[in-house]
């Protein structure tokens, strides 16, 4: 799905508007996916964006491969339920 792999460019190039940003996409699945899948992506992308902000870019990686491992969850339940 399209939203997936715009999602996915936000963890790639995390800014400060990347949460609000992926908020506001994921309005649309809150009937689909389950609430707590959605604040858990959401969390662990703010741990990325304060990551590449404040931390030395050897962090940047594990924090990101674990956003993208949330994300991955996300596009299962959302298939799973479409």
């Known amino acids: 799905m399209?939203?997936?792999e715009r999602l996915e460019a936000l963890i790639d190039a995390p800014g400060a508007e990347t949460v609000?940003?992926?908020?506001?996409?994921?309005?649309?699945?809150?009937?689909?996916?389950?609430?707590d899948a959605i604040h858990q992506f959401l969390l662990d992308?703010?741990?990325l964006?304060?990551?590449v902000d404040a931390a030395p870019q050897n962090?940047?990686?594990p924090v990101r491969k674990l956003?993208?491992?949330?994300?991955?969850?996300l596009k299962m339940l959302g298939e799973a339920s479409a």
Not at 21 to 31: D, I, K, N, V, Y
Request: hydrophobic share 60%; proline share 0%.
């Open 2 to 4: 399209e939203i997936f």
């Open 20 to 35: 609000n940003e992926a908020r506001s996409m994921l309005r649309q699945f809150e009937a689909v996916v389950t609430a």
């Open 45 to 47: 992308l703010m741990t």
């Open 49 to 51: 964006v304060f990551v």
């Open 59 to 61: 962090y940047h990686a």
């Open 67 to 73: 956003v993208k491992v949330r994300l991955a969850m």
